[in-house]
Each structure stands twice: as C-alpha cells, then as structure tokens.
C-alpha cells in the first residue's frame, strides 16, 4: 500500500483548506486511516482516524474538533481531512496513514500504523 498526500499549502488564519490521501497497490476499504501532524520543533501528533468497513468509528484530537472532518470514499480509494477555521497552530507537515488493525483507531494515537505518507505543509499565516 503506497499512500500520497495533496492539497496542502498556505492559508490565511480563519481560512479553509482540504487534505487528501490517494492509495494505491492496495484497496482502502479493509484499512483504518489516521491523520498526524508534525509542527517544527514538536513531536508528531494524532489528529483524527476514521475505521474501515464504512468508516463507522471517528476520532478527533480535541485542539480539532469541530474545526476539522475527516471522511473516506472507498471507490475512489481516497480519504479527506476538510480544516476550517484555521489557526496559525494548525501550521505542520501532515500526514496520512493506514493500518489494517480493525480497531486502531481506539488507539492510533499510541499503536504505531503500517504504512505512511510522505506528508503535505499546511501553513496556516496572515
């Protein structure tokens, strides 16, 4: 499974700005996928998962939620992050990643995935 991240770049605080993560070698469906984030000089952190077999289970990092939306189209084999209200914190490399543990997204803040991303800059800035 290879997965590539799009659609990042600079934005005005307040702003919008929406992340995609494309797979490919493999199907999405059977995968949990998580987004991350790493600020300069900060460990990387979780921002939101979304389960596999329809995406029934949604997490978010509280400093996202209800500014952040995650979702995942299958047939497309591609999974969003929609980010309004944008904060100059929200400025990180982001990215995406899969694992094919049923329930990782319990724990996708501490159990490690199996594949990632290559990362997309958000720079959110006035």
């Known amino acids: 499974l290879q997965l590539v991240e799009s659609g990042g770049g600079l934005v005005q605080p307040g702003g919008s700005l929406g992340l995609s993560c494309a797979a490919s070698?493999?199907?999405?469906?059977?995968?949990?996928i998580g987004w991350f984030r790493q600020a300069p000089g900060k460990e990387r952190e979780g921002v939101s998962c979304?389960?596999?077999?329809?995406?029934?289970?949604?997490k978010y990092a509280d400093s996202v939620k209800g500014r952040f939306t995650i979702s995942r189209d299958d047939a497309k084999n591609t999974v969003y992050l929609q980010m309004n209200s944008l904060k100059p914190d929200d400025t990180a490399i982001y990215y995406c990643?899969?694992?094919?543990?049923?329930?990782?997204?319990?724990?996708?803040?501490?159990?490690?995935?199996?594949?990632w991303g290559q990362g997309a800059q958000v720079a959110v800035s006035s």
């Open positions: 990643a899969a694992s094919l543990w049923f329930d990782w997204c319990s724990t996708y803040v501490s159990i490690p995935p199996g594949f």
């Open positions: 070698g493999s199907t999405l469906d059977s995968y949990a």
């Open positions: 979304i389960s596999s077999g329809g995406g029934h289970t949604i």
